[in-house]
């Protein structure tokens, strides 16, 4: 394991421990005036969802930062022995990365439909968001063929290991996105009174946005590490 | 308001009607931490057996053929995995953080409470998965509970083809189940308290669940890592972790991998699961020793500072695993460094814990009986964890039976002994019912001493030399008293093994005979002490969720009609706000 991945633990901790030190410097002991100090709510005024999507999204990075960790520390020996082989990375991956990058930007004009509450074109946005990321998926399958193709499907070498696994495990992440989106759709279309469904379906859309906004930002680090090395 | 919206969100509170709903499918967190309860002391009986059965081959190699050597690697392997994850991290975040979270924090349920009843089912699937190992051809994977590779996918281990697979993929499984309830557990402390909880007004039990959540949402991915991997190298012959070797006369098929980065990815996850069991018990320990000696928590603040401190400590202590695998000599000082500083908070916590006894009116109840012997298992083991963490000291004793000491002393005793002190606690809320009292102190004494006689001669082995993971022994390599304690070693581990059966019998008979609880029999201050039914009905709090006004330990406060006011209790006569020192 590298230093760096114990700094960024420690990084992390220090976040964490700066967003509650105001909290913590209270004497709960000698509170004067308790019914003044009434804590009034949740921490932040983030939804319990949005909390959720944020814990969730801090687990996703200690994967993939592990996980690219690992890439490295594996390389280094790699390389040392001489079993590390470079290849090339197949062309279609720019092609893919435009496509996620545009499921992204529809998932954003998505979102800003559902603030407005308008429903229809909201409808027609995020078809073509969740479309775009199938696309992205089904293009990836074509990248490992691209890679079969050129004659490195060998996963012994594990610079072509880790292509498949960490865009598998990526992959797998914008499934289970594609899982909410469709749970998006048929809550668009689930007769409940108009007041609930606009803030329902502007949460959920707003959630889901987030997520696609992130995974895609994990695919460009993914991808610039698999460029660069 | 945000906590109207949040911690009183009756609208949205599943409303279970059949005995389904209630009592299997339920999204109620006091049945789903039951439900984890139940499935994590089932599971670690049977890792309870596997070690009974392991000390009887060490204890007495010429009497009993209970097993070959191969079935007391499996053991091995399957008693440490069960017992560090399956049992204490599933009792402690998914039993005890799921009952006590929102009942302390003044919530009606978890905030994503369908995720939380998902939990429970996907990590009963993890267990029978791992069970699963046990009919599968070859059994379960012996190669120790660190699975280090390349020994655990190499033929003539017990378990490399299938039962490796099945105990990662368990791994697997259980991790999703885990961040499913921990995303709950995370989430319903930061924004589903009730009116009046302030961060700094939890119970010391909650912030110890809280933060050792964060942990293992941090932690495990680096298991899921390292597990995703070595499948691979298992199955389709990547070469992550396994280099190419002559093994039985064969060549493997793989080349290059390096065994060295499956140890770092594995103790960055190990490491801070050590306080993924420990935090909760300190927490827990806090709260069971100050209800009990009717005195504040000693230094509370310094508590939640310490809990803090130990929680992101324990990210960059996990090489002093690995000292005798090979490393840069200043790598090993600086995690030898780190591991002493990490002493400091937790040393500071030992101090309080003391602290807070002196001069409390002290009750010793069957749960004060378990948490004061936590003291006494914790120092011990402790200390000796200051042996292991010198790169010096640690290099002989390593592998020895010093190591199976300290790390049975420090996160299997002391978090077992604060398990059954909160269960003696918190059982008459859960049932109703008090736990038989005679029958609780006569396990507490035969567990503590017995845990002593056990361990305190496996130091001494250490120092012998002896090394751990050894099916048996030879008289020619050690002397006969050796063996001799070897046998006192199995014969107490016996007798501390049947006392379980006294909780067991005790659990079951004081739920239909035990005498009735009453809401409060501890006189406790905190919020799960105040619900209006005992057990707690659905939704914990009747019409109107508690308020509240103090901390969690207002106990013996001058001018109080009684020893103790409850948090929900507001300023007023009798009931005067403390000002003593926290």
Redesign the interface.
């Known amino acids: 394991m590298t230093l760096g991945t114990a700094y960024t633990a420690l990084g992390a901790g220090v976040l964490v421990w700066a967003f509650l030190v105001r909290s913590l410097r209270a004497r709960p002991w000698q509170t004067k005036d308790a019914v003044g100090a009434l804590h009034e709510g949740g921490e932040t005024s983030l939804t319990p969802q949005r909390i959720g999507l944020f814990t969730f999204l801090a687990v996703i990075s200690s994967l993939f930062g592990l996980f690219i960790a690992a890439y490295h520390m594996r390389m280094m020996d790699g390389i040392a022995n001489g079993d590390w082989v470079h290849y090339k990375v197949p062309g279609i991956l720019w092609f893919n990365t435009a496509v996620l990058m545009l499921g992204s930007a529809t998932m954003q004009w998505a979102k800003g439909a559902a603030e407005r509450g308008e429903f229809a074109p909201l409808r027609t946005r995020l078809i073509a968001g969740g479309a775009l990321t199938g696309g992205f998926l089904l293009l990836q399958l074509l990248a490992w063929r691209e890679l079969g193709a050129d004659g490195f499907l060998s996963v012994r070498n594990p610079a072509i290991a880790f292509f498949y696994l960490l865009t598998a495990v990526h992959g797998l992440h914008l499934v289970g996105g594609l899982a909410v989106w469709g749970y998006t759709l048929r809550r668009l279309a689930a007769p409940t009174a108009p007041a609930v469904r606009v803030k329902d379906v502007r949460q959920v859309v707003g959630l889901c946005t987030l997520y696609w906004h992130y995974l895609m930002l994990v695919w460009l680090v993914l991808f610039g590490l698999m460029l660069s090395t | ?4 919206a ?1 911690a009183d969100r009756d609208h949205e509170l599943h409303d279970p009607q059949t005995f389904i709903t209630k009592y299997i499918w339920s999204q109620d967190h006091k049945v789903i931490a039951i439900q984890y309860g139940v499935t994590a002391i089932a599971i670690g009986l049977v890792a309870l057996v596997l070690s009974l059965v392991m000390r009887l081959q060490l204890g007495f190699p010429h009497t009993f053929s209970l097993i070959a050597p191969a079935d007391y690697y499996q053991a091995i392997t399957m008693h440490g995995m069960i017992m560090v994850i399956y049992l204490l991290t599933a009792l402690f975040l998914g039993g005890f953080g799921n009952y006590l979270i929102p009942l302390m924090c003044g919530a009606r349920d978890m ?2 409470p369908y995720m939380n009843m998902l939990s429970y089912w996907v990590y009963l699937l993890a267990v029978l998965i791992l069970v699963a190992g046990f009919f599968i051809p070859g059994g379960p994977t012996g190669a120790g509970w660190t699975l280090y590779p390349p020994q655990a996918v190499s033929t003539g281990t017990p378990g490399a083809s299938w039962g490796i697979v099945c105990m990662l993929i368990s791994l697997g499984v259980f991790i999703v189940a885990f ?1 499913m309830g ?3 557990y ?3 402390v ?4 009730c ?7 939890m119970p010391l039990s909650v912030w110890g669940i809280f933060v050792a959540t ?1 942990l293992g ?3 495990f ?2 298991l ?2 390292s597990a ?2 070595m499948t ?1 190298d298992a199955t ?5 972790f396994m280099p190419a070797m002559l093994s039985m006369g064969h060549t493997n ?6 065994p060295l ?1 499956f140890q ?2 594995f103790w ?1 996850f190990g490491h801070p699961e050590v306080y993924i069991v420990a935090l909760p018990a300190f927490g827990i320990v806090s709260d069971l020793l100050s209800t009990h000696s009717r005195r ?1 928590i000693f230094g ?2 310094m508590m ?2 310490a809990i ?1 401190a130990i ?2 400590l324990s ?2 202590v ?2 002093h695993h690995m000292y005798v695998s090979g490393m840069n000599p200043y790598f090993g000082f600086f995690f030898a460094t780190t591991t002493l500083i990490i002493a400091v908070p937790t040393a500071i916590k030992v101090y309080n814990w003391v602290l807070t006894l002196w001069r409390g009116d002290i009750h010793l109840t069957v749960p004060m009986l378990f948490a004061i012997g936590f003291i006494f298992t914790f120092i011990h083991g402790g200390l000796t964890g200051l042996f292991l963490g010198n790169v010096t000291v640690d290099v002989p004793l390593s592998a020895t039976y010093f190591v199976v000491a300290h790390f049975h002393m420090v996160m299997g005793v002391s978090p077992i002994l604060v398990v059954f002190g909160a269960v003696y606690h918190w059982y008459p809320k859960m049932s109703g019912k008090m736990l038989n009292d005679t029958l609780g102190r006569l396990h507490f004494w035969i567990t503590f001493l017995g845990v002593y006689a056990i361990y305190l001669p496996m130091h001494y082995l250490g120092i012998m030399g002896v090394p751990r993971r050894y099916y048996a022994y030879s008289t020619a390599d050690f002397p006969q008293s050796v063996q001799e304690l070897n046998a006192a070693i199995t014969v107490s581990a016996l007798i501390v093994g049947a006392a379980q059966l006294i909780l067991l019998f005790n659990l079951v008979y004081s739920l239909f005979k035990g005498k009735p609880a009453g809401p409060n029999p501890w006189r406790g201050t905190s919020l799960e002490w105040q619900t209006p039914d005992t057990p707690p009905k659905h939704g914990n709090w009747g019409p109107k969720l508690p ?5 969690a ?1 207002d106990y013996s406060v001058p001018g109080a009609s009684e020893d103790f006011i409850p948090q929900n209790v ?2 007023g006569p009798g009931a005067p ?6």
């Open positions: 308001m945000a906590y109207v949040m905030v994503f961040t921990g995303l709950n995370v989430t319903t930061l924004q589903a308290r009116r009046g909880m302030t961060l700094m007004r964060i949402l941090l932690a991915p680096a899921l890592v995703v991997m691979l389709i012959g990547t070469s992550f098929t793989h080349a290059g991998g390096s980065l770092h990815l960055f504040h509370y603040r939640v500072w803090l929680g992101c990210f960059v996990w090489a308020v509240v006004y103090r901390w330990y507001p300023p706000l403390s000002h003593g020192h926290g």
